[in-house]
């Protein structure tokens, strides 16, 4: 059974650092793309980034470039997100999800958690 | 502003037949396959439509997906009032190297 397990949130002060992590179960990653995506509260879906299935590529949204970095750790079949110079506009909930194909659908999802920049 | 448009809202009475549309442009949905998801109140998105017009195991044959050119359509018939949620729709864009979401749609069942 497939399951994504987000945790790491939290609140934190703009500028700081934190790091997401969703642990995966019931398939591996190196077969699959890998993305967060979070939401703003009372607000729709933003997508954040992406890793593709063999870690060769990577892709982040423009307001996110240069702050937040997306890896992961195969031999704990582990995704992570590091943000860094955190701002209040990054306060959201985060969620991880599993792409089905490269260009394809986020076919599993987490149950998200929360992260909260104020200070 | 989202790259995909999505009306705001969308209702209908318990049986009625609604539809969502999503309006994007060739380098999203028109290159590449539209998937939409539906998110209960205080729950996580899931996936209700795939590829355009696939529907994922479990997923009752009441939810249809269609596309045309640079848009693409979601319709409830027999609407439910289970069906009261937030629908999104999506697709990877080849000009921004991002994934794109419409802003969603909140379906009211009156």
């Known amino acids: 059974q497939v399951q994504l397990v987000e945790s790491g949130g939290g609140v934190v002060q703009p500028g700081r650092s934190l790091r997401l992590a969703c642990a995966a179960s019931?398939?591996?990653?190196?077969?699959?793309?890998m993305h967060w995506v979070r939401q703003a509260p009372g607000k729709g879906l933003e997508w954040v980034a992406v890793?593709?299935?063999?870690?060769?590529?990577?892709y982040y949204t423009d307001s996110v470039k240069g702050r937040f970095s997306i890896s992961r750790d195969i031999s704990k079949n582990t995704l992570f997100l590091q943000m860094n110079s955190l701002r209040a506009e990054d306060t959201a909930v985060y969620y991880c999800?599993?792409?089905?194909?490269?260009?394809?659908?986020?076919?599993?999802w987490g149950q998200g958690t929360l992260v909260t920049v104020s200070p | 502003q989202s790259v995909l448009t999505q009306p705001p809202s969308a209702s209908g009475t318990p049986g009625q037949w609604v539809t969502i549309s999503c309006s994007g442009s060739?380098?999203?949905?028109?290159?590449?396959?539209v998937s939409w998801y539906r998110q209960l109140p205080g729950t996580a998105p899931k996936l209700l439509i795939y590829?355009?017009?696939q529907r994922p195991s479990g997923v009752p044959e009441r939810f249809s997906g269609s596309k045309s050119g640079t848009s693409a359509s979601l319709a409830i018939s027999g609407l439910q009032s289970e069906d009261e949620a937030g629908y999104y729709c999506?697709?990877?864009?080849?000009?921004?190297?991002?994934?794109?979401f419409g802003g969603g749609t909140t379906v009211t069942v009156l």
């Open positions: 999800a599993r792409g089905e194909s490269p260009y394809g659908a986020l076919d599993q």
């Open positions: 019931g398939f591996t990653l190196n077969n699959y793309g």
């Open positions: 890793i593709w299935f063999d870690g060769g590529n990577k």
């Open positions: 060739k380098s999203n949905i028109g290159d590449n396959p």
């Open positions: 590829g355009n017009d």
């Open positions: 999506a697709a990877w864009d080849d000009s921004l190297y991002d994934w794109v």
